[in-house]
């Protein structure tokens, strides 16, 4: 959605906003769906996913399989109709990363966080092709800060799991790191190079003074929690670094909004 408002070339149009955030929400949770067939064993074996519908029996998996193969289709359809047929092949690209490449790299390799991160950020993306018919720069700049905020991100999600990510087979960096410190290594520089590409919007004049204030501000906050991690590592801080990292985003995204809405923007 906030790809669409800041794509937009004049008058956002809400009818087509609409548009794309539903054919984007069912190709998500298309893809969603999926990846539970998949990985059903597995969850099984974790306590924080066992009572999902499928491993709790409440769901078999060809209804599963169906649903969520219906809905993804339904969605890039529903885009490929209704939006534009650039934003539904960013659907598809997104659905078929994330499904068939880093839902099976994820019992094989850490790089599977790297992969993942990769169709994570590609729905800004889609709602900036969905607005201009094109990707120019501001898709970019999107898709960079998504990418990178992704990693340290998870990596903080991965810390507080990482036993259960062991019973379920996942070989996360987590799980292969004892001592934690490659875990936050990563997290520190991912939000350290953060900082310069969350600047990118305003370099190529997407946006103001405002936003690169507020980006800036925000990105040492969330580099400070990812450093905060670092010095003590241990489920306290990974907490703290996860509840930043939910916090920087819709806070981010939400400047870019208000810049573009401030007079002159």
């Known amino acids: 959605a906030v790809g669409f408002v800041m794509a937009s070339p004049g008058m956002v149009s809400w009818a087509l ?16 769906a999926l990846n539970q067939v998949i990985e059903r064993a597995s969850d099984a074996r974790m306590r924080r996913t066992a009572r999902r519908p499928l491993p709790a029996g409440r769901l078999g998996r060809e209804q599963a399989l ?39 790299l994820k019992r094989h390799s850490p790089l599977a966080t790297l992969v993942g991160a990769v169709p994570g950020a590609v729905p800004p993306v ?7 018919d094109a990707l120019g720069p501001l898709a970019w700049s999107l898709f960079g800060i998504l990418f ?10 991965a810390w507080l799991y990482r036993s259960d990510y062991a019973r379920g ?14 875990t936050a290594r990563q ?27 507020g980006a800036s501000v925000l990105g040492v906050v969330f580099l400070g929690y990812g450093v905060a ?15 930043a990292s939910v916090l920087y985003l819709p806070l981010l995204l939400g400047l870019l909004l208000v810049d573009r809405a401030l007079p002159g923007a």
């Open 17 to 32: 906003l609409v548009h794309t955030v539903i054919g984007t929400a069912l190709v998500a949770s298309g893809a969603s």
């Open 148 to 157: 990178l905020w992704q990693m340290p991100h998870f990596l903080a999600i």
């Open 229 to 243: 991690f670092a010095r003590a590592i241990g489920l306290p801080a990974a907490r703290r670094l996860v509840l």
């Open 126 to 132: 889609m709602g900036c092709a969905a607005a201009s």
């Open 66 to 104: 169906v649903f969520g193969a219906a809905v993804a289709l339904a969605g890039m359809l529903y885009l490929a109709l209704l939006v534009n047929l650039l934003t539904a092949a960013l659907g598809a690209l997104t659905l078929s990363l994330y499904v068939f490449v880093y839902t099976p």
């Open 169 to 182: 087979g996942f070989p996360m960096l987590s799980v292969l790191d004892e001592n934690g410190q490659r």
């Open 187 to 213: 997290a520190v520089l991912y939000g350290a190079a953060l900082i310069p590409v969350s600047l990118l919007p305003a370099v190529v004049g997407a946006s103001g003074l405002a936003y690169l204030v």
